[in-house]
């Protein structure tokens, strides 16, 4: 990877992560000087990245006025969900005759990393510990294609859980709690080779929608 790619993908995560925490919202200008100044970088991969990122939808490009950040509506997070339910329910049928007793002791050890991140309000490290989680029996599904747009669909939505600005610290943490204890019947389901079963609790529970206001 050449160095103007490797700064190109350290101003998309900086992005990434200003957008999550709420440091930019909707429909801001991304300013190119000031991520250039912020990562002491020069102009080449801050555009690069900026340009990549509307490509993929990300942020918004206004012709003559610059990039701005993309607005996600309430109706943008409600298709996102349920595309998404449906391809990790997909994902997870594909993979269960490929999971291990290695595979579960991963996903068990996830598990409990998350209940201490919750735990401690480490939420950007629940994040990553659930996306892990995924990625376990994601990867044993053996379908690129698929694995290829969960990947690119993720990108595009952030946060991708509940959102920590929207209620109280114990609210939060409850929420959180709950859908651990949901990671914990899917690996349950997978230990028992039942396909149909996880699948339909991952599309139709996992992912459902009844908290969307809070995304």
């Known amino acids: 990877?050449?160095?103007?790619?490797?700064?190109?993908?350290?101003?998309?995560n900086y992005i990434h992560e200003k957008i999550k925490a709420g440091s930019l919202v909707?429909?801001?200008?991304?300013?190119?000087?000031?991520?250039?100044?912020?990562?002491?970088?020069?102009?080449t991969p801050a555009r690069e990245a900026l340009i990549m990122l509307a490509t993929e939808h990300i942020i918004d490009y206004v012709p003559r006025k610059g990039f701005y950040?993309?607005?996600i509506?309430?109706?943008?997070?409600?298709?996102?969900?349920?595309?998404?339910?449906?391809?990790?329910?997909?994902?997870?049928?594909?993979?269960i005759k490929y999971l291990t007793d290695r595979d579960y002791q991963r996903m068990d050890e996830l598990i409990a990393r998350m209940n201490l991140a919750i735990e401690y309000n480490?939420?950007?490290?629940y994040l990553q510990l659930q996306d892990a989680f995924h990625q376990v029996y994601i990867s044993k599904a053996h379908n690129h294609p698929l694995h290829e747009t969960m990947t690119s669909l993720s990108s595009r939505y952030i946060p991708l859980t509940y959102?920590?600005?929207?209620?109280?610290?114990?609210?939060?943490?409850?929420?959180?709690?709950?859908?651990?204890?949901?990671?914990?019947?899917?690996v349950a389901y997978f230990k028992k080779g039942e396909k149909?079963?996880?699948a339909d609790y991952i599309r139709n529970v996992h992912w459902e929608t009844k908290h969307v206001e809070l995304l």
């Not at 909707?26 to 970088?41: G, M, R, V, Y």
């Not at 309430?74 to 594909?94: H, I, K, R």
């Not at 480490?122 to 490290?125: L, V, Y």
């Open 26 to 43: 909707a429909h801001e200008k991304l300013s190119e000087a000031q991520i250039c100044s912020d990562l002491n970088i020069s102009r």
């Open 73 to 95: 509506t309430v109706e943008d997070m409600l298709e996102y969900y349920c595309l998404m339910g449906t391809l990790d329910a997909f994902a997870a049928s594909l993979a």
């Open 69 to 71: 950040v993309k607005e």
């Open 122 to 125: 480490k939420h950007d490290e």
């Open 1 to 12: 990877m050449s160095q103007i790619q490797s700064l190109r993908d350290h101003v998309c």
């Open 196 to 198: 149909e079963e996880v």
């Open 163 to 186: 959102n920590q600005h929207k209620v109280d610290e114990e609210t939060y943490k409850a929420l959180l709690l709950k859908t651990n204890e949901e990671h914990r019947q899917i």
